[in-house]
């Protein structure tokens, strides 16, 4: 069982290296690593170059990214990773052997923040994905590729592209919860305030499932000023 892990970038110059340094250890084992630039204009996808297996172009939108990523990847297994997201030292090991035990063909990791800030937050997070089913890209989705075509890909949508494909994938099966953490940035809850942060996230998921116009929750998500 190989693995893919398609990275999603879009002007992380500051942070591309770091994060493609810290997945030499599943190359050196056999994954696989794309990072799939989405028209940076800083520099990302040269500095990415000499740290990943490929470097592609895709129109801007992690959906898009992410979907061109997983059409290029080679992996039987394919891992959705984002640039300030961190992967446990064992990751391509736990995925494999979870996958290998189980009928379910998708997944996720529990999530903590970096310097263990927010650990209510990411408690809840975690706590949240194991009864409701549904994974966020901070959480690195793994999913088998025969399972993410099945389930059509990520949506072109301009948020909750995660939220929608784990609706599909849910279909297919319920996801192996992994206890095992993945290390993300606190920056957008630290910069925004947590309360502010969690009160707009449960009145963007709210309006999404109500219908709302993705487009427009990306804007007052603030993508429109990325």
Known sequence: MTLSIVMPALNEAAHIAAALEALAPLRRRGAEVIVVDGGSRDGTAALAAPLADR????????AAQMNVGAAAARGDVLLFLHADT????????????????SPRVWGRFDVRFAG???PVVAAMM??????????TGDQAMFVTREAFGRAGGFPDIALMEDVTLSARLKRLSRPLCLAARVT??????????????VLLMWRLRLAFFLGADPQRLARAYGYAAD
């Open 116 to 118: 263990n800030a927010l």
């Open 126 to 135: 975690n706590l949240r994905s194991r009864v409701t089913g549904i994974a």
């Open 184 to 197: 993300t940035s606190p920056r957008r809850w630290q910069a925004h305030g947590i309360v502010r942060t």
């Open 55 to 62: 470097v592609l172009a895709a129109p801007r939108g992690r």
């Open 86 to 101: 961190r992967l446990p030292d064992n990751a391509d090991i736990l995925i494999r052997e979870a996958l290998a035990r």
